[in-house]
């Protein structure tokens, strides 16, 4: 089983092994969360998934050339631009508003208190730069979501690019058992289903039976391949979320539950990323991920800079990322494999 699944087991040692690395500096002391130094290691880190794609394909798939295995992995548009067109609009001004939904959410349930008409606590982030801004917070604010929406997912997409084409690229269509990212099996060793073990030379009753089935194989075999994406996508964001570890276990994204950020973010990465996964088989392509991983980054943490600075949202509870964004992302999944379902690729 190790030896079949050896492309998996390079591409986990090198994305997790590099980040640990990266995140070294975090555990000796020598950078504390919240610093621009942070805030670089934290932007090499989200390379180390990428780097565990290339080093599969440099010692795994070499014989494959770059642009194929660019295609297998979502690097183009996919087969149809006008759908991959659409789910990147649809990434780049849907998870804004689910931002927005999410805050009011919290806010309606009461895991969030309010301050539209004061905004302490966005005036509190601020500090001793408030008085040096010529313009009011309020407008301020607004250029910020404006800049957060329309800019920054662009900027955003270069290091979230680095993330997804490891965990939605490679990794989700390899879990499916993709043909065009997973080996082929080593000769001697093709197991049943592998090969056609049907007698040549039975004759034209078989062939007429074999036709006539065709049909109810195709959608049998369709639904079996639906069937999979579920696990494959449970699986995958366990993954994306324990690699997070280095960070999430300093208490990154939590602040207030300590190590324990650690357990509740892989809740977040299984479902969110359930609903980057659908957008990755949707499209063939890797991109409107790439987007809604950039614009989630961009606008999380803005959203809840709503709230009030004598009550600080706890963001273990509130925002897009807390409890409540959790339950706004689950029926948002379910509505889109609903309506649009997916399957494994063939």
Not at 208 to 224: C, K, L, T
Not at 232 to 246: F, K, N, T, Y
Not at 331 to 344: D, E, M, Y
Request: overall charge positive; aromatic content about 8%; glycine content about 12%.
């Amino acid at each position: 089983m190790i030896r079949r699944n050896a492309d998996v087991w390079l591409f986990l040692l090198v994305a997790f092994g590099a980040s640990w690395l990266i995140a070294l500096p975090v555990w000796t002391g020598a950078v504390s969360l919240g610093t621009p130094a942070f805030v670089i290691l934290g932007i090499l880190i989200m390379a180390t998934p990428s780097l565990g794609v290339l080093a599969v394909w440099l010692t795994r798939r070499r014989d494959t050339p770059f642009r194929q295995w660019a295609r297998a992995t979502g690097l183009t548009l996919g087969p149809d631009r006008s759908r991959t067109a659409a789910l990147l609009a649809t990434a780049l001004l849907g998870i804004p508003f689910l931002g927005a939904v999410a805050v009011a959410a919290s806010a309606a349930v009461g895991t969030m208190r309010l301050d539209l008409a004061g905004l302490g606590l966005f005036r509190a982030q601020l500090g001793a730069a408030l008085g040096q801004v010529p313009m009011d917070p309020r407008i301020l604010y607004v250029v910020q979501v404006v800049q957060a929406v329309l800019i920054a997912p662009f900027l955003n997409a270069i290091p979230a690019l680095g993330e997804e084409w490891g965990w939605r690229g490679w990794l989700l269509p390899r879990l499916l058992g993709d043909p065009a990212v997973t080996p082929p099996p080593a000769p001697g060793n093709v197991g049943a289903g592998g090969v056609n073990t049907g007698v040549a030379g039975a004759g034209d009753e078989a062939q007429a039976a074999g036709a006539g089935d065709e049909a109810g194989g195709e959608a049998a075999a369709g639904e079996r391949r639906g069937r999979r994406v579920w696990p494959a996508l449970v699986l995958s964001g366990v993954i994306w979320g324990l690699w997070h570890a280095p960070l999430t276990l300093k208490g990154y994204n939590y602040p207030a539950l300590g190590a324990w950020a650690a357990v509740l973010f892989v809740g977040f990465c299984v479902i969110f990323g359930a609903l980057l996964g659908w957008m990755r088989l949707r499209s063939r392509s890797v991109w409107p991920a790439v987007i809604a991983h950039a614009s989630l980054n961009a606008v999380a943490g803005l959203a809840l800079l709503l709230g009030d600075a004598a009550a600080p949202p706890n963001p273990a509870l509130a925002g897009i990322t807390g409890i409540v964004g959790w339950v706004l992302l689950a029926v948002v999944v379910f509505v889109a494999f609903r309506l649009r379902p997916v399957s494994a690729p063939r």
